[in-house]
């Protein structure tokens, strides 16, 4: 085995920069694995981690020992071992990268990050990972480990841009929208003051409830039948009720809806869940009532807890039908003067498009509740800024956008119907320290002290009338033909656009 000579005089070692002596580490580890590196002099005094791992890097055996010393605990041993000396005891199959934090323990959750890191960029392809530009430093590992991610290497930073604010019953909350689309900020921004200036948007909540449909097997239709009569009676409600609320303080069960396929059956609950998105509490719930009802009928078989009758995460019918999460409508008039001086454009030609795109339009492509131009974009943005699940956008950005003229076709009244904006302000991404400060803006972060659901109530509220605000504007530059300038200023850097490919000359077969 060749052997690698340190540099050993502290006024060489302290000319190296943190990061080449980080790299040049790099190297001689890939190059001899299994050596143990010189000590300094004892004068040295290296001092930071980094060159203390130059310095020590014990061999493999050495480092095994450590680790795996009865005497102490996992997180003291690995305590004494440096980064390197963890990367190489993981490349060797003694510590499972995606078990750092447990082993770590919760005051080391940045090494944590910091060395898997360095595990996975050096056994993948690339390699770019450890020296990426993507950040893990200064971010607080303890809201996420358990909650929000596994196998974590860092995060990822959307820009966050404010539109509005904008008056919502009376309130005025400023939009804030994670996106990297440019324009959309701008559009938005521009759709609220049209709102503002005809006294705002008045919203109603016409539905709460999450949803969540197992499917169940039976060993025939007869038994299959029997049991949904049994859920769908008054005695059978109360019985699954009761399970239902036992697992939660703040789930409570509104319906139940039942349906048969052959000898499956499919149980569609429907439940309030307080200011939670309430996915969690709701599949707790279900499966404590499967179990009541198991007790009924020994010969059921819970196929899945998640039967697609729920619809999670998918675009569905029923979810456009019934309504899923917060039900919200949302309506306001623009003064005529308002569409012309601040939307460019007319009464009579917005809602002229507004029938031929987004209901024909739509209706033409088959849409099932798509009847709107970019709810999506809206309700992302928001869904990103406030910790929301962003694959809940399928079924979220349900939307309808009606524009008719009034007051004798003088001014707009414009609505949005979205039955399934699917928010919470406590549980999952929500306790991400950026988002809650997103939240803490909007005046709606965490529980509602008095009335539970109010904080989410509000939140769909909101996202709802920032998507009218939105649906007006990108309209009103379809119709005024703005659409591709707008974006070609807003949404198309100059810097950053890379030199266009050059295209393969095609050979004499070509
Ligand atoms: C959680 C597991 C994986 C445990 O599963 P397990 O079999 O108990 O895990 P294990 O401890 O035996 O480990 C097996 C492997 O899992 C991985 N693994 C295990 N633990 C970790 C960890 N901490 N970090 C990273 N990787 C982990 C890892 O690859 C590990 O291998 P190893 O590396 O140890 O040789 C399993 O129960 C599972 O996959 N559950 C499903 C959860 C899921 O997919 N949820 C999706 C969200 S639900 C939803 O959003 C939509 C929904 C449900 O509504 C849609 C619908 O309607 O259907
Ligand atoms: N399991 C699944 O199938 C799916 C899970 N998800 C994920 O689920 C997570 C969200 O689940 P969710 O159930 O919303 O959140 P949580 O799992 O965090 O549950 C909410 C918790 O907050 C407590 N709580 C305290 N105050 C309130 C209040 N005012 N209102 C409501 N709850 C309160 C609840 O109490 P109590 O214990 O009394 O209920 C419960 O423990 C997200 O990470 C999402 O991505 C997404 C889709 C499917």
Not at 242 to 249: K, L, W, Y
Not at 321 to 350: M, W, Y
């Amino acid at each position: 085995m060749s052997t690698f000579t340190a540099q050993q005089s502290s006024s060489t070692t302290s000319s190296f920069s943190a990061r080449a002596l980080d790299l040049k580490l790099k190297q001689v580890r890939l190059a001899h694995p299994e050596q143990s590196l010189p000590s300094p002099p004892s004068s040295n005094g290296a001092s930071s981690p980094v060159e203390r791992d130059y310095f020590y890097l014990r061999s493999l055996k050495e480092c095994v020992e450590i680790y795996e010393d009865e005497n102490r605990g996992k997180s003291e041993s690995l305590a004494m071992l440096s980064d390197e000396e963890v990367v190489l005891l993981a490349d060797n199959g003694k510590v499972a990268p995606h078990a750092l934090e447990k082993l770590f323990g919760m005051n080391e959750l940045e090494r944590a990050v910091r060395v898997r890191r360095a595990i996975i960029s050096r056994s993948s392809a690339t390699k770019t990972l450890e020296s990426s530009s993507i950040p893990y430093e200064n971010y607080d590992y303890s809201r996420v480990i358990g909650a929000c991610c596994e196998n974590v290497v860092g995060y990822i930073p959307i820009p966050l841009g404010v539109a509005g604010p904008l008056n919502v019953d009376g309130t005025s909350f400023p939009i804030p929208m994670a996106t990297a689309e440019g324009t959309l900020v701008a559009s938005t921004s521009r759709g609220c003051k049209a709102l503002n200036a005809g006294g705002g948007v008045s919203t109603v909540l016409v539905g709460d409830a999450m949803t969540r449909g197992p499917a169940i097997d039976f060993p025939s239709i007869k038994v299959a039948a029997q049991a949904k009569a049994w859920v769908d009676s008054a005695e059978g409600y109360a019985e699954m009720k009761a399970a239902f609320e036992s697992t939660s303080r703040f789930a409570k069960l509104k319906s139940l809806k039942t349906a048969m396929a052959g000898r499956t059956m499919y149980i569609r609950f429907a439940t309030t869940t307080g200011d939670a998105m309430g996915m969690n509490m709701i599949s707790k719930g279900t499966e404590k009532a499967l179990d009541t009802m198991q007790a009924r009928f020994p010969s059921m078989a819970v196929l899945a807890l998640s039967g697609n009758y729920c619809t999670d995460k998918k675009p569905a019918a029923i979810n456009w039908i019934e309504g899923r999460g917060k039900s919200v409508v949302a309506e306001a008039v623009i003064p005529g003067h308002i569409v012309k001086t601040v939307l460019k454009t007319t009464v009579g030609g917005l809602c002229n498009l507004n029938v031929k795109k987004n209901l024909i339009g739509s209706a033409m492509a088959g849409s099932i509740g798509g009847f709107n131009a970019h709810a999506s974009n809206i309700l992302t943005a928001i869904f990103l800024a406030t910790g929301q699940d962003p694959a809940q956008n399928v079924e979220s950005s349900m939307c309808m956008t009606l524009m008719e003229p009034t007051n004798n076709g003088e001014d707009l009244l414009c609505s949005v119907t979205m039955p399934c904006i699917e928010v919470g302000t406590v549980g999952g991404g929500t306790v991400l320290a950026a988002q809650q400060g997103v939240l803490e803006m909007l005046g709606v972060k965490g529980a509602h002290p008095q009335q539970p659901g109010k904080n989410a109530q509000t939140l769909a509220r909101v996202i709802a009338s920032a998507v009218l605000a939105g649906e007006l504007s990108l309209l009103s530059a379809l119709a005024a033909g703005h659409l591709i300038k707008a974006h070609v200023a807003h949404n198309r850097s100059r810097v950053n656009t890379p030199a266009a490919s050059v295209p393969v000359t095609p050979g004499p077969q070509a």
